[in-house]
C-alpha cells in the first residue's frame, strides 16, 4: 500500500465515522422532541411549571453609598430563598 491510498482510506473512515455520530445525534435531538411533546401532552411536566412561577422581591434603595452591611443582608436573603426554593 502507497501513502496515497492509505490517506484516502483514512479520509473515507474519518467522514463515515463523522458521518454516523452526526446521524445519531440527529436521531437523538428527534427522539428527545417528540418526547418532550409527549411529556407536554400528557401533562407531566406540572412540577417544572409549577416551578418556574415568578417571584418578586423589594430590595431597599441604598442613597448612592455603598453599605457593606445592606449589600451582604441582600446576598443573604438571596441565598436562603434559593434554598427554601431548591433543597
Known amino acids: 500500500m502507497t501513502i496515497a491510498v492509505m490517506l484516502e482510506q483514512s479520509g473515507v473512515l474519518t467522514l ?24 407536554q401532552a400528557l ?23 455603598r453599605n457593606d452591611e445592606v449589600i451582604t443582608a441582600v446576598i443573604t436573603a438571596a441565598v436562603t430563598e434559593y434554598r427554601k426554593r431548591y433543597s
Open 43 to 65: 401533562g407531566w411536566d406540572q412540577d417544572v411549571q409549577q416551578a418556574t412561577v415568578p417571584v418578586t422581591a423589594t430590595v431597599p434603595m441604598v442613597s448612592h453609598t
Open 16 to 39: 463515515l465515522g463523522m458521518g454516523i455520530v452526526f446521524g445519531f445525534l440527529i436521531i437523538m435531538i428527534i427522539c428527545i422532541s417528540i418526547l418532550g411533546k409527549v411529556i
